[in-house]
């Protein structure tokens, strides 16, 4: 027969289709194996509407085949089969789908008839017609021969791609198709070129088979090589092999010989286990999926499976994992679910269905309903994934709330481990999430001796308190000894101690969590809890030591913006509080990235009027010894400094301060 000329514009297409539209040439398995397994689909729906019972589901299957020396690939199926009329509809004419018209089909009979089991015990997966021509990503010679259903003459149709097609007469004992792939050479360049041998490999097949087509459900098949120790030919041969064991006991043992043998092996589990029934999944079994499928050696914390049907309808089985992966807080770590449709798999990592304060969590989400483009790689419009991520987002954010009350140790492991993702979510977008997000994050309270929550820190609040306060520091001890948290503590305040980095800049973008606003105990202005007495009494203090003060910022020039008394001190002499937009944990860490612009907190020196270090000082400046008063207000400084976790300017003029003061001169 005369080779056919495919259509310009399919001669486009198949161009395109070659070198275009597939991202990854291993995709062409994945494929062949959905139009093989849309074809046992059409076959098991029409024995059912035929009433055809010598067709039994069980008998379908997949089979491959690879050929080293010819270099051929077969992809075979017992299912409908093609005409040639088919053939030449389907396989002539790119982006003709067969199976959109058989759902099509399928879809006006279920309509018209009351019984539509059917067509919901099948599920086409290949709509766009252009599935089969990624065989010629890996292929330069693709032979197809089928044998329709209902019909004893059987037809092969070959290409070698863009030249064109032939479809002639040809014999097939069994319903079905067969696609024989003849793979291309590999190509020279060992760095960047295709190997294309790979796909004849037995062990790349299974790889491919189980990540992209795992769920199809029906058995993908295959002969496999193996090995075994060879069986004893005779006992005649091991009778002597015992006798000469005997005679020498001393001999090293030689290991068994060896043999080669096939077996056909089923590569594919078929059964999703977030398709079974959650009564017969065990936690041990979803404990095995999750290390096998994502690679991890823990169990994980907690395990999410839930089903929506609606506007998007999916099934996800989510797990959130106990420790973060080794690569996490890099640029190599990637988020994303899996996304399989109909037990397929789409991509590997979606993106778009978490948000990146969840991206921690693996899992996959499984839909019939995704409008993908043509090569089923990729979405054509992300409305639908809007909404099942808008929906898993809830689902998260409620199984951390029934951790953090069911299981609270276990939680604060977890959160360990990523609470600073949660934190970072809040920081992100100027707050957008916090809401979503607040009532996740712990704190170590300075009177729990723990990690509390913000929840659990207004519980215990006072009636007349108006401020969650909050100390910043780079470790709890450090923070534990800073003046103005002893001095908290002292009048019974609860303080909540950041530890991390991003905290400060956390608790700022909240601003207050359910009308109780975020307080610094560090900042200048903290001045809420005294008395009128006690403030009448620094406002008299300070008029009476002005002079004072006054020598004491000249002294300091632009070191610190402010020098004044303070009443919030306990038994410390001096302390160092930040004033304005940026603390001294902020200016740290703001300092520590790359574009370090110099950032610096504006500093006020306070003074405890009631230590006697005070009355030292006003004693000396009284006397009118000023240099001493100069050497005692750097000391005084540079003492606050270190206490504020900062770091001194200038050591060494320090080191001439205390020899000035330990010779008294």
């Given amino acids: 027969m005369a080779k056919k000329e495919f259509k310009a514009e399919s001669k486009k297409l198949l161009d395109m289709m070659i070198n275009s539209i597939y991202t990854h040439k291993e995709i062409f398995l994945r494929e062949l194996i959905s139009n093989a397994s849309d074809a046992l689909d059409k076959l098991y729906y029409k024995s059912l509407q035929s009433g055809d019972t010598g067709i039994q589901r069980s008998d379908f299957k997949i089979h491959l085949t690879a050929d080293k020396d010819a270099r051929t690939l077969t992809i075979r199926d017992n299912g409908i089969g093609m005409t040639a009329e088919e053939m030449e509809s389907n396989l002539g004419t790119i982006a003709q789908s067969g199976s959109l018209a058989f759902k099509q089909e399928m879809q006006k009979k279920d309509g018209e008839s009351s019984d539509n089991n059917a067509a919901n015990d099948t ?38 791609g863009t030249d064109g097609y032939t479809i002639e007469p040809a014999e097939k004992e069994e319903v079905g198709t067969d696609i024989v792939l003849h793979l291309k050479e590999d190509e020279k360049d060992t760095e960047n070129g295709e190997n294309y041998s790979r796909f004849l490999d037995q062990y790349e097949l299974s790889r491919l088979v189980k990540k992209y087509s795992d769920y199809i459900h029906y058995p993908i098949q295959m002969m496999v090589s193996k090995t075994r120790p060879k069986k004893e030919e005779s006992t005649e041969a091991a009778d002597t092999e015992n006798t000469d064991a005997k005679e020498g006991e001393n001999k090293e043992k030689k290991p068994p010989e060896m043999e080669t043998y096939q077996e056909l092996e089923t590569l594919n589990s078929m059964e999703p286990i977030w398709k079974r029934p959650k009564s ?9 999926y999750y290390k096998t499928k994502f690679g991890d050696y823990q169990n994980p914390a907690r395990v999410i499976r839930t089903q929506v049907e609606g506007v998007s309808s999916y099934t996800a089985l989510l797990f959130i994992p106990s420790h973060t992966p080794f690569n996490y807080y890099t640029t190599d770590f990637e988020k994303g679910l899996q996304l399989y449709s109909s037990g397929v798999m789409i991509m590997e990592k979606c993106k778009d269905l978490l948000p990146d304060y969840f991206n921690f969590v693996e899992g996959l989400v499984d839909s019939e309903d995704l409008s993908l483009n043509i090569s089923r790689e990729t979405l054509q419009q992300n409305r639908q994934v809007k909404n099942i991520a808008k929906t898993l987002e809830k689902k998260i954010k409620n199984e951390l709330l029934n951790f953090l009350k069911e299981d609270r140790e276990g939680y604060e492991k977890f959160f360990h481990e990523f609470g600073r993702q949660l934190k970072y979510g809040i920081y992100m977008d100027y707050g957008m999430h916090k ?23 207004i519980a215990k609040m006072g009636e007349d308190q108006k401020y969650i306060y909050y100390a910043p520091g780079e470790t709890v001890d450090k923070i534990d000894m800073l003046p103005q948290v002893k001095a908290a503590k002292a009048k019974g305040l609860e303080v909540l101690y950041l530890t991390e980095e991003i905290d400060e800049f956390v608790v700022r973008m909240m601003g207050s969590y359910k009308d109780k606003a975020f307080r610094s105990i560090s ?3 903290f001045s ?39 009443g919030r001190l306990g038994d410390a002499p001096v302390s160092l509080s930040s004033k304005g937009g940026i603390s001294f944990e902020m200016e740290k860490t703001l300092n520590k990235m790359p574009m370090n612009q110099g950032i610096k907190a504006e500093r006020v020196l306070e003074l405890n009027p009631d230590h006697e270090v005070m009355k030292k000082l006003a004693d000396t400046f009284a006397a009118g010894d000023k240099d ?37 001169k």
């Fill in 435 to 457: 809401d979503v997000l607040s009532d996740l994050v712990l704190f170590y309270s300075s009177t729990e001796k723990k990690l509390v929550t913000l929840d659990e820190y």
């Fill in 528 to 566: 809420e809890n005294e008395s009128d007495d006690e403030k009448k009494k620094l406002e008299d203090l300070k008029k009476e030591h002005e002079d004072l003060l006054k020598f004491m910022k000249d002294t300091l020039g632009d070191q610190v913006t402010e020098i004044k008394l303070s």
């Fill in 628 to 664: 001493m008063t100069a050497v005692y207000t750097r000391l005084l400084y540079n003492q606050a400094v270190l206490l504020s976790g900062l770091t001194i300017d200038n050591p060494a003029a320090v080191g001439e301060d205390v020899t000035r003061v330990i010779l008294g």
């Fill in 523 to 525: 900042e200048e202005d």
């Fill in 123 to 160: 599920d086409i997966i290949g709509q766009f017609g252009v599935g089969f021509y990624s065989a010629f990503m890996v292929a330069d010679h693709v032979t197809v021969t089928s044998r329709a259903y209902g019909s004893d003459q059987a037809n092969v149709w070959e290409s070698s």
């Fill in 280 to 288: 017969k999944v065990k936690p041990e079994e979803y404990n095995d």
